[in-house]
Structure formats: structure tokens, C-alpha cells
């Protein structure tokens, strides 16, 4: 049974620090990899999508890659900003016929102005 | 494009009662439809998955009498809680795929309290 491990589970910064959220799988044989936000009490936002043939993906601040060897992956945000605050979760799915994700428990990121 | 609405966003209940929560696609067809409850503080877990005109998939501990799922058009899947009861109060979010299937789009949530 897939396990996601996310770490750290929370985490505090100043405002302007460049940060990484670490991810990885028990199972290594991930297909598609995707992370998200979710605010509190809200539902989850797309931020980046690995799929199947890719290693990396970046949009604006935020850069995520992964390492298939070791079934784990990064999230990089640059230039950290107070409304970069919420929960970020990843999530994997390893192929077949529904691509059914398994989530992380999430970190906690609290960007302090 | 790619947007998942859920309707209600909140609901209370009580305890005994059926609640129905809609997730709808609005843009776009979604072949495969995903339930997730989420409790305070822990990550999604899947409950079912389910693909328009088929019975859904139920993941293992998923009572499928309690929680009954329909996905009758490519834009509409309907999550019932029957007999609720207060354990089952969680925020409860839908996912869609469309023909590419590899990315998910997730709903706003809907929050179940279960008096």
C-alpha cells in the first residue's frame, strides 16, 4: 500500500526566504505527481503537475521535481510572501486505469511579514 | 477551464438524516469522479471512485450502503450520506478527470456536520 511522507509538517519563515517542502513515497513507481494548496477550510488548488514523462514542472515562484529512483520529490518557492501561507499537500497516482492519488499528510507553511 | 463546483459548501444535519452533496464539472466532460473525506488536521482520504454510467468503486473500509454514489451524466456525480451520524461529520471533496485522466480537479469542499 502506497504511504506518502511529507516533511517537515510545519514550517515558519520570514517573508523573502526561499524554502523547500520535502515528499516521498514508499513506493517508488509513481506515474503522475501533483502538488497542491489548500487553504483553511477550503478545497485543494492545483499548483504544479508532474506527469509520467516528465521530471520537473515550474510556474512563477514555484518549482517542483522528482526523483522516480527514490520516489521522492521537491517543492522550491522562491521569495516567500505572506499569501504563500496555507497547507501544501503532494499527491501521486501510479498509472492504471482511474489514477487514483495518494495524498501526503501535508505541510504547514506560515510566511511571517 | 477545469472547474469543479460542489453544491452545498456547508451543511448541518441531524443525526438519522440523508444529506446529498452534488459535485459538478462546469467546463468540461469528466469521464472518472472522485470522493475524498478529509478530517481536521489529517490528509484526503479516497472513498470511491466513480465513472459516469457505472456503479462506483468503493475503497476498502468504505461502507458503499452508508455512502452511496451516482454519476448518472459526464458533469454530474451525487454523493448521499445515509443515516448520518456524528463520525461521519468531515469535509467531503470531490475530484474530476476529464479524457487526459492524468490530473485531477478538485472541488471547494462541503462540510458535514452531523448533530
Known amino acids: 500500500k502506497q504511504e506518502v511522507t511529507q516533511i517537515p509538517a510545519a514550517l515558519s519563515v520570514p517573508e523573502g526566504e526561499n524554502l523547500v517542502l520535502n515528499c516521498s513515497f514508499t513506493?517508488?513507481?509513481?506515474?503522475?505527481l501533483q502538488w497542491f494548496r489548500q487553504d483553511p477550510g477550503k478545497g485543494l488548488t492545483s499548483l504544479l503537475l508532474?506527469?509520467?514523462?516528465?521530471r520537473e514542472q515550474t510556474s512563477g515562484r514555484l518549482n517542483a521535481s522528482l526523483d522516480k529512483s527514490s520516489g521522492r520529490s521537491t517543492l522550491y518557492i522562491a521569495a516567500s510572501q505572506p499569501g504563500d501561507s496555507a497547507t501544501y499537500l503532494c499527491?501521486?497516482?501510479?498509472?492504471?486505469?482511474?489514477?487514483?492519488?495518494?495524498f501526503g499528510k501535508g505541510t504547514l507553511l506560515t510566511v511571517n511579514p | 477551464g477545469a472547474v469543479v463546483s460542489q453544491h452545498p459548501s456547508w451543511v448541518i444535519c441531524k443525526s438519522g438524516t440523508s444529506v446529498k452533496i452534488e459535485c459538478r464539472s462546469l467546463?468540461?466532460?469528466?469521464?472518472?469522479m472522485f470522493w475524498y473525506r478529509q478530517f481536521p488536521k489529517q490528509s484526503l482520504m479516497l472513498m470511491a471512485t466513480?465513472?459516469?454510467?457505472?456503479?462506483?468503486?468503493?475503497e476498502q473500509g468504505v461502507e458503499k450502503d452508508k455512502f452511496l454514489i451516482n454519476h448518472a451524466s459526464l458533469t454530474l456525480s451525487t454523493l448521499t450520506v445515509t443515516s448520518a451520524h456524528p463520525e461521519d461529520s468531515s469535509f467531503y471533496i470531490c475530484?474530476?478527470?476529464?479524457?487526459?485522466?492524468?490530473?485531477?480537479?478538485f472541488g471547494p469542499g462541503t462540510r458535514l456536520t452531523v448533530l
Open positions: 475530484s474530476a478527470t476529464g479524457t487526459t485522466y492524468n490530473e485531477q480537479f
Open positions: 513506493d517508488s513507481a509513481i506515474y503522475n
Open positions: 508532474i506527469q509520467s514523462s516528465q
Open positions: 499527491a501521486g497516482d501510479s498509472g492504471g486505469s482511474n489514477y487514483k492519488l495518494t
Open positions: 467546463d468540461f466532460q469528466a469521464t472518472t
Open positions: 466513480s465513472n459516469e454510467g457505472s456503479k462506483a468503486t468503493y
